[in-house]
């Protein structure tokens, strides 16, 4: 697999699709939603932090399981199902759409991988191991995050 370019998108006027709210939902949505127009998260069943976040009227939750329809009007996908098939299908179909996808359980369905975030003010700083490495992505976005206490960035009121 090759290197990965960064590509800073962005997404204040898109409309996001999370199917499936476990752990790795929540953790990638926790990441996101201050970026994004608007959340939707399709699922059965949701992580605590997910419906802390819904309950605040942050997001939109459907509790049940996801159908095709779910992907209307959206511009990015995130698959999280847990279930190999289910992602593999899913993934087609946001293909067939348009739709930007990432599955967290298989780099091949992804056109794009979920970035570690560090942020501060305006900055922010992604990073990957091009999929290779989660641990040592984390592990190194950790490690700027700590280095941006360090570093005098003013606060807007718009990037708080």
Do not use: W
């Not at 999370?18 to 970026?35: E, K, N, P, Q």
């Not at 069943?45 to 976040?53: F, L, M, T, Y």
């Not at 995130?78 to 930007?100: E, K, P, Q």
């Not at 999929?131 to 708080?160: C, F, M, Q, S, V």
Request: proline share 4%; hydrophobic share 40%.
């Amino acid at each position: 697999m090759g290197l990965y370019f960064p590509l800073f998108v962005d997404l204040s006027q898109k409309n996001v699709l999370f199917i499936g709210a476990g752990r790795i939902a929540a953790r990638r949505l926790v990441s996101i939603y201050d970026f994004v127009g608007s959340v939707t998260v399709v699922a059965p069943d949701c992580d605590p932090a997910i419906q802390k976040i819904a309950d605040a009227g942050y997001i939109t939750y459907h509790r049940r399981r996801f159908d095709e329809n779910d992907l209307d009007g959206m511009d990015v996908a995130f698959i999280s199902t847990g279930h190999a098939g289910t992602d593999v299908r899913i993934a087609g179909m946001c293909r067939r759409r348009n739709i930007l996808v990432n599955a967290a359980g298989d780099h091949n369905l992804c056109d794009f991988f979920f970035p570690g975030i560090a942020r501060k003010g305006p900055v922010v700083v992604g990073v990957t191991a091009s999929g290779e490495d989660h641990n040592l992505a984390a592990e190194t976005t950790g490690k700027i995050k700590k280095l941006l206490d360090y570093i005098d960035i003013p606060e807007t009121e718009e990037n708080r």
